[in-house]
């Protein structure tokens, strides 16, 4: 079945570490997001890719890094110099005006803690 | 600026109905969305309204007034397992990211 996978799905990292989350999509879309959820706050955008090569900085990508060489593929890197990490991050894949209303399919997650 | 309210908790017996507002501003309008979150899992989309009125699809309906930037969603005949959070997402323009509201955290009681 098509779908979005996450790894891993629990990170735990030590202060000044950079982690790297997985993100894997099979349903042929061309873009791709990294969103962060924190308790009691809506989803926020931290970066975005519209076609393989491109991506662009969302709403909080400071500390952030982020790759596009395959169409599948979407890893983000949580580095450092971001202040406070400990989130629940969200990958998502849309095809833009497609499907009933070319919304968004997101993976499972992935929960980082900084220890 | 883009903003989106909801109500942050709310609680429903099961079997009854309940209604969840949703509250939007933004720079141009393509679309309302509402996803539904169990915790520690991933949203799975629910409904999707971008003209006026009501879209119906089994036990959820949601609303729409584009002049009021208001829309809810309907749950009827609640369950158990409709607890969660459903959150509440705009689509400014064509081409331009959704803006998410906080989420509404639904509990069912019994």
């Known amino acids: 079945d098509g779908g979005i996978t996450q790894s891993p799905k629990y990170l735990f990292r030590k202060e000044g570490q950079n982690v790297t989350l997985s993100c894997e999509q099979n349903?042929?879309?061309?873009?791709m997001y990294w969103y962060r959820q924190d308790p009691g706050q809506g989803l926020r955008l931290i970066y975005y890719?519209?076609?393989?090569?491109?991506?662009q900085k969302g709403d909080i990508a400071e500390g952030y890094s982020v790759s596009r060489e395959k169409k599948e593929s979407f890893p983000l890197t949580v580095t450092s110099a971001q202040k406070n990490p400990t989130a629940f991050y969200l990958c998502?894949?849309?095809?833009?005006?497609?499907?009933?209303?070319?919304?968004?399919?997101f993976g499972e997650g992935s929960r980082l803690t900084v220890l | 600026g883009q903003n989106i309210d909801q109500p942050t908790e709310m609680t429903a017996t099961e079997g009854a109905i309940v209604q969840i507002n949703c509250t939007y501003q933004t720079s141009g309008f393509n679309g309302l969305f509402w996803y539904q979150q169990h915790a520690g899992e991933a949203p799975t989309f629910l409904s999707y309204n971008v003209l006026d009125g009501l879209e119906e699809k089994g036990r959820f309906s949601s609303f729409l007034s584009r002049s009021k930037g208001y829309s809810y969603l309907l749950l009827k005949e609640l369950q158990m397992k409709d607890s969660a959070s459903y959150l509440c997402a705009a689509r400014p323009a064509y081409g331009q990211n959704f803006v998410f509201g906080p989420g509404t955290r639904l509990s069912v009681l019994p």
């Open positions: 349903l042929n879309h061309d873009a």
């Open positions: 890719s519209q076609i393989v090569n491109d991506f």
């Open positions: 998502a894949s849309r095809i833009p005006g497609q499907g009933i209303a070319g919304e968004l399919f």
